[in-house]
C-alpha cells in the first residue's frame, strides 16, 4: 500500500499549525485557571457554535453517514446527524441557565443542589465514561495515520497520535481547543460544500444519479419514525449531560451568547448532514464506475470524491477527518483532567483550596497521566463501537434529571437528585446488558437510563413536596458570588 501523499502533506501542516497555536495560546492567554479550563468565560457567538459543531461532527458523521447512505439507509441516513441538529434547539432553553451557573464542570453544579455524594458519584460516571472516548478516538486517530502511512505500525500511529494530543491539550487548555474545533469545523463543512456540487456535476447531475438509485434509497423516512425520534432524544440526552458540550457553554461570554450558539449549531450541523448523504448516494448509483469501492461502502466518501473531485479537495476532506478525530480527543482529555482536579480531587479529600497555578499544574499532569492510561487501553484494540456506546450512555443516563431538571425545577429536593442519579444508572446498566447494547423494549439504553432517571426525581420531588420537605440549595450562585467569582477569575490578566 502506498503513502497518501498530499493527505498526509495537510494533515502534518494543521498538527504543526494547532501544535503552534498551543505553544503561543498557552504563553498569552493563559492567565489563571479559568482561562485553562473554561476560557476565561469570554468566548463569542460564532466560536462557541462551531465548537459545538466540531464535537459532534468527525468520522461517524461523515465518512460513517456516507455509509449508511450507500447501505440500507439511502437518503433517510441524512437523520443521522440532523437528529443532532434538532436536539440541539431545546438545549438552547438549558444553555443560558448552564452558563448562569457560572460553574467549571457538570458535578460542580449537582453538588450544589445535591450533595456531595451526588458530585462524587457523577465525577466518577463523567472520568470512567471520558477514559472510554480519549482511549476511543486515539486508537481511531492512530487508524487513520496508520492508513496515511501503511509502513508504520498501527501500535506506533496509537502512540504517536497520543502524544500530539498529549502536547496539544497539555499546552493550550480550551482556548487552543476551541480554535482548532473553528478550523476544523470549517475545513469539513467548506471542503464538503465545494466537493459535493462537482461531485454530482460530473457524475451527470442529481436527476442522472436519483434515476439510477432504487426507489427506496429516495425514501427520507425509510429507517422510521421510530428511530428518527429515539435519535433524536439519544442526541438531547447526551448533549444535555455531556461534559464537552456543558464546557462550551461555561466558556461564552454571556447567557445570550450561550443560546444564540445552540441555534447556530443545529443550523451549522443541518447542513453538514446532507452533503455525506448526497455523496453516499453518489456513489452507490456510480459503483460499477469505483474501482476500490468497499462492498459495504465504507470508503464510499473518499471514493467517490477521489475519482470526481480535484486532489486538493479530498486531500482537505480526508485530513479534515483524521483532525476531527484528534479534536475530539482533546476535548475529552481536557474535560476528564478538569473533573478530576475541580470535583474528585477535592470531593475525595484532597487540599480545599488550590492557587490557579497549582489548579494549571495539576491538570497539566493529569492529562498526561491520563492521556498515557487512555493509550495502553487503546493498544489493547477494545472495539471502538463498543466504548463509545458504554460512555455516551454511563456518564448521562444517572446524572441526566440531576442536571438537567436540577436547573430548571427550583423546588427539587436533595433526595430527588441523589435517588434519580442511582435509578437511571441501574437503568441504563440493565438496558445495555439485556438489549447487548441496542435497542430494548423500544428504547435506547442511554434513553430508557435518562426516562428512569427523569421519573424517579419527580416521583420523590412529589412525595417529598406533600411531606413539606424543603428544597436543595440553588444551582446557580448569589451576585455577590458572582460579583466575587468574576473579581477572582480577572486576578494575574
Same mark, same amino acid.
Given at each position: 500500500m502506498e503513502i497518501q501523499i498530499l493527505p498526509l502533506i495537510i494533515v502534518v501542516a494543521y498538527l504543526v499549525g494547532m501544535l503552534t497555536v498551543g505553544a503561543v495560546v498557552s504563553k498569552v492567554q493563559i492567565k489563571n485557571a479559568k482561562d485553562y479550563m473554561v476560557a476565561g468565560r469570554r468566548m463569542g457567538l460564532f466560536m462557541v457554535a462551531f465548537s459545538l459543531s466540531a464535537n459532534n461532527i468527525g468520522g461517524g458523521c461523515t465518512t460513517g453517514l456516507a455509509q449508511k447512505a450507500f447501505g440500507d439507509w439511502g437518503l433517510s441516513a441524512v437523520w443521522y446527524v440532523?437528529?443532532?441538529?434538532?436536539?440541539?434547539?431545546?438545549?438552547?432553553?438549558?444553555?443560558?441557565?448552564?452558563?448562569?451557573?457560572?460553574?467549571?464542570?457538570?458535578?460542580?453544579?449537582?453538588?450544589?443542589?445535591?450533595?456531595k455524594f451526588s458530585s462524587n458519584?457523577?465525577?466518577?460516571?463523567?472520568?470512567?465514561?471520558?477514559?472510554?472516548?480519549?482511549?476511543?478516538?486515539?486508537?481511531?486517530?492512530?487508524?487513520? !495515520?496508520? =492508513?496515511?502511512? *501503511?509502513?508504520?505500525? $498501527? @501500535?506506533?500511529?496509537? %502512540?504517536?497520535?497520543?502524544?500530539? +494530543?498529549?502536547?496539544?491539550?497539555?499546552?493550550?487548555?480550551?482556548?487552543?481547543d476551541q480554535i482548532s474545533d473553528l478550523v476544523q469545523f470549517g475545513i469539513i463543512l467548506v471542503g464538503l460544500a465545494i466537493a459535493t456540487p462537482i461531485v454530482l456535476n460530473h457524475a451527470g447531475?442529481?436527476?442522472? !444519479?436519483? =434515476?439510477?438509485? *432504487?426507489?427506496?434509497? $429516495? @425514501?427520507?423516512?425509510? %429507517?422510521?419514525?421510530?428511530?428518527? +425520534?429515539?435519535?433524536?432524544?439519544?442526541y438531547f440526552c447526551t448533549f444535555l449531560a455531556g461534559p464537552e458540550m456543558v464546557s462550551r457553554f461555561e466558556t461564552a461570554k454571556d447567557e445570550k451568547t450561550a443560546k444564540n450558539a445552540a441555534f447556530v449549531s443545529a443550523i451549522l450541523m443541518a447542513a453538514m448532514s446532507i452533503f455525506p448523504t448526497l455523496l453516499g448516494l453518489a456513489a452507490f448509483a456510480l459503483q460499477d464506475q469505483l474501482p476500490g469501492l468497499a462492498e459495504n461502502g465504507s470508503n464510499a466518501m473518499m471514493i467517490v470524491t477521489g475519482h470526481y473531485a480535484p486532489g486538493v479537495v479530498t486531500g482537505l476532506i480526508s485530513a479534515a477527518i483524521i483532525c476531527a478525530t484528534m479534536s475530539?480527543?482533546?476535548?475529552?482529555?481536557?474535560?476528564?483532567?478538569?473533573?478530576?482536579?475541580?470535583?474528585?480531587?477535592?470531593?475525595?479529600?484532597g487540599k480545599k483550596q488550590l492557587t490557579d497555578k497549582q489548579t494549571i499544574f495539576y491538570t497539566r499532569a493529569c492529562n498526561?497521566?491520563?492521556?498515557?492510561?487512555?493509550?495502553?487501553?487503546?493498544?489493547?484494540?477494545?472495539?471502538?463501537?463498543?466504548?463509545?456506546?458504554?460512555?455516551?450512555?454511563?456518564?448521562?443516563?444517572?446524572?441526566?434529571?440531576?442536571?438537567?431538571?436540577?436547573?430548571?425545577?427550583?423546588?427539587?429536593?436533595?433526595n430527588s437528585g441523589?435517588?434519580?442519579?442511582?435509578?437511571?444508572?441501574?437503568?441504563?446498566?440493565?438496558?445495555?446488558?439485556v438489549g447487548g447494547g441496542g435497542t430494548w423494549m423500544f428504547l435506547m439504553p442511554v434513553v430508557a437510563g435518562c426516562l428512569v432517571s427523569t421519573i424517579s426525581f419527580f416521583v420523590v420531588n412529589w412525595i417529598e413536596w406533600g411531606r413539606g420537605v424543603a428544597p436543595a440549595p440553588s444551582a446557580y450562585l448569589t451576585d455577590e458570588e458572582v460579583a466575587r467569582k468574576i473579581a477572582e477569575e480577572s486576578v494575574g490578566r
Open positions: 440532523l437528529a443532532a441538529s434538532i436536539a440541539m434547539i431545546p438545549l438552547a432553553y438549558f444553555a443560558p441557565k448552564i452558563r448562569k451557573t457560572m460553574a467549571v464542570t457538570i458535578p460542580e453544579v449537582v453538588g450544589r443542589r445535591f450533595g458519584f457523577t465525577g466518577i460516571l463523567s472520568v470512567l465514561s471520558l477514559f472510554c472516548l480519549t482511549s476511543s478516538q486515539i486508537a481511531a486517530s492512530g487508524g487513520v !495515520i496508520n =492508513a496515511l502511512i *501503511p509502513s508504520i505500525p $498501527l @501500535n506506533v500511529c496509537l %502512540i504517536f497520535a497520543g502524544i500530539v +494530543i498529549i502536547l496539544y491539550t497539555t499546552m493550550g487548555g480550551m482556548i487552543a447531475g442529481w436527476s442522472a !444519479i436519483s =434515476a439510477a438509485l *432504487p426507489g427506496e434509497k $429516495l @425514501n427520507l423516512t425509510q %429507517i422510521g419514525w421510530a428511530s428518527i +425520534i429515539g435519535y433524536i432524544f439519544n475530539s480527543a482533546d476535548s475529552n482529555l481536557l474535560c476528564m483532567s478538569t473533573m478530576i482536579i475541580n470535583d474528585l480531587y477535592t470531593g475525595l479529600g498526561v497521566l491520563s492521556a498515557v492510561v487512555a493509550m495502553l487501553i487503546s493498544l489493547f484494540g477494545v472495539s471502538i463501537v463498543a466504548m463509545n456506546t458504554f460512555a455516551f450512555g454511563i456518564r448521562c443516563a444517572g446524572p441526566f434529571a440531576a442536571y438537567g431538571l436540577g436547573l430548571a425545577v427550583p423546588k427539587a429536593t436533595k441523589i435517588i434519580s442519579i442511582i435509578c437511571g444508572t441501574i437503568a441504563f446498566v440493565v438496558w445495555q446488558i
